[in-house]
C-alpha cells in the first residue's frame, strides 16, 4: 500500500505541508526497503529510525508553533496527545520488528498511513486553518476616536 502526497492534504502551511510531504515519503520508502532486506533488516530499521527521528522533530516543531500562535489549550492537549499515542504505538512496533517477534513492516506501514493521513486531514488542518484565521484577522485599536 503505497502512500504518496495528495492535493487534499494541503493545510495552506507551507512548513508544514513540507514536512508532511517529507513524512510521507519516509513511509513511503518502508515498502521498497522491506522488499530489499533479502534476509536483513537493516534497511528498513534505518527507515524505522528516520520516521521516528522525522516524526518528533515535525511534532515537536507543531508544538512550538501552537504555543507562538496561542492555539486554544483544549486543540493543544488533543494535538499533544495524539503525537503521543503516534510514537508510543510506532516505538513499540520497531522496537517488536528489531527484536524479530514482528517480521514485516507491513503492519506498522499501515498504521503509519492512515494515522499520518487522519492527522493531517484533521488537527494538522484545523491548527492551519486557525494559524490563517489569526493572520487575516484585524488587529485590535486601543486608541480611543
Do not use: C
Amino acid at each position: 500500500m503505497s502512500i504518496t502526497w495528495d492535493p487534499s492534504y494541503e493545510t495552506g502551511n507551507d512548513n508544514i505541508d513540507q514536512q508532511h510531504r517529507q513524512l510521507l515519503a519516509i513511509v513511503d520508502g518502508l515498502e521498497s526497503a522491506e522488499a530489499q532486506t533479502l534476509g536483513s533488516h537493516d534497511a528498513v530499521l534505518d527507515v524505522l529510525d528516520l520516521i521516528m527521528d522525522y516524526s518528533l522533530s515535525h511534532f515537536a516543531m507543531e508544538e512550538e508553533l501552537m504555543a507562538q500562535v496561542g492555539y486554544p489549550s483544549p486543540a493543544v492537549e488533543e494535538m499533544i496527545q495524539q503525537h503521543r499515542e503516534f510514537s508510543s504505538y510506532a516505538r513499540l512496533r520497531v522496537l517488536e520488528f528489531r527484536s524479530g517477534e514482528l517480521v514485516s513492516v507491513s503492519p506498522l506501514r499501515a498504521f503509519l498511513t492512515e494515522w499520518l493521513t487522519d492527522h493531517v486531514l484533521g488537527a494538522d488542518k484545523q491548527l492551519a486553518d486557525f494559524i490563517h484565521e489569526q493572520a487575516n484577522t484585524p488587529m485590535q485599536s486601543d486608541e480611543v476616536e
